[in-house]
């Protein structure tokens, strides 16, 4: 099994920020793929950030210029640091990652358990 703790979900003013850490662990062969998506009351789950082993990032138009995403291949970890923060940007945050399991040897998508993060106008 494979456990994504995430970390650093909180509130803050408007124009202010936040840094988000994703700890992965457990039967990790690889990891490919790491993701930030957020889902606001009502609304879809969305893609916030992604990047890949090699370092390849991609933001949609929303947050491209105030969210920069990193990992650390090396300790399984991934960050997403939020500036410039709107009341818009409201949501639970989850971490996700397709990882090669150990155990099975097959990639599986896996998700944190959510952060909130709460950002008043």
């Known amino acids: 099994q494979v456990q994504l703790v995430e970390s650093g979900g909180g509130l803050v003013q408007a124009g202010g920020s936040l840094r988000l850490s994703c700890a992965a662990s457990g039967s990790i062969f690889s990891i490919n793929a790491m993701a930030w998506y957020r889902q606001a009351p009502g609304k879809q789950r969305e893609l916030v950030a992604t990047?890949?082993?090699?370092?390849?990032?991609n933001y949609p138009d929303s947050v491209r210029g105030r969210f920069t995403i990193s990992r650390d291949n090396a300790k399984n970890t991934v960050a997403l640091q939020m500036n410039s923060l709107k009341p818009e940007d409201t949501a639970v945050y989850y971490c996700?990652?397709?990882?090669?399991?150990?155990?099975?040897?097959?990639?599986?998508?896996?998700w944190g358990q959510g952060t909130q993060v709460t950002v008043s106008s």
């Open positions: 990047i890949t082993s090699g370092g390849s990032k």
């Open positions: 996700n990652a397709r990882v090669l399991n150990s155990a099975t040897m097959t990639v599986i998508n896996y």
